[in-house]
């Protein structure tokens, strides 16, 4: 298996990881902090034309977070405030389902809160008791769909603003 170790209960490196994210195109960064009890952290940005900012980090106990923050545009937050309690509840619902669909095992969280939505995290937790490439890199491609999806359900329900607005990446 590409740069893995054979023994089994190994995690996977540093480097590993890199050089795998690197053959599957993505640009790998060192990030600018690491969590508490990480053993390496990297920001990682999807090919072009999306660039899609992911944070991915080894635990100390073995575990692959793959992660993703999503911030609303400015012109969606405005957008967003101008519903009525019931609509932000519905929105937030309504992009909380989509992500599910296409990461049925994120860890899902709206920020600040479900009824005030200005941002949504989507989170992958692998425990690495072998190290599966495939498995990581399809991970990856999900978390950058997840993007795509809180996108088109901003654009769907607020049709008037996908000239100027765009959400940012939030991690």
């Known amino acids: 298996m590409f ?3 054979e023994k089994r209960g190994t995690s996977l490196t540093a480097t590993e990881f890199r050089e795998l994210m690197e053959k ?11 969590p508490p009890q990480a053993v390496w952290s990297y920001e990682i940005i999807s090919p072009p ?22 911030k609303f545009s ?6 967003i405030q ?3 309690t019931k609509e932000k509840l519905r929105l937030s619902s309504r992009i909380i389902l ?9 860890r899902i969280a709206v920020q600040p ?14 425990l690495l008791t072998d190290c599966n490439k495939a498995v990581i890199a399809e ?20 049709p008037h603003v996908v000239s100027t607005g765009r959400p940012q990446p939030y991690m």
């Not at 640009?27 to 902090?33: D, T």
């Not at 989509?98 to 994120?106: D, F, K, M, N």
């Not at 809160?113 to 692998?126: K, S, T």
Request: aromatic share 8%; hydrophobic share 50%.
């Open 24 to 34: 599957l195109g993505f640009r790998v960064e060192n990030a600018l902090e690491k």
């Open 82 to 84: 101008s519903l009525e």
């Open 49 to 70: 034309p999306l660039a899609v900012r992911l944070r991915a980090f080894m635990l100390n106990t073995n575990v692959l977070v793959l992660g993703i923050g999503v």
């Open 139 to 158: 991970d990856v491609v999900r978390l950058v769909n997840v993007y795509i999806a809180i996108n088109a359900v901003l654009w769907d329900y607020f």
């Open 98 to 106: 989509e992500v599910l669909r296409i990461c049925p095992y994120c």
């Open 3 to 5: 740069g893995c170790r």
């Open 113 to 126: 809160a479900l009824d005030n939505p200005e941002a949504v995290i989507a989170e992958i937790h692998r």
């Open 74 to 79: 400015p012109e969606h937050q405005q957008s």
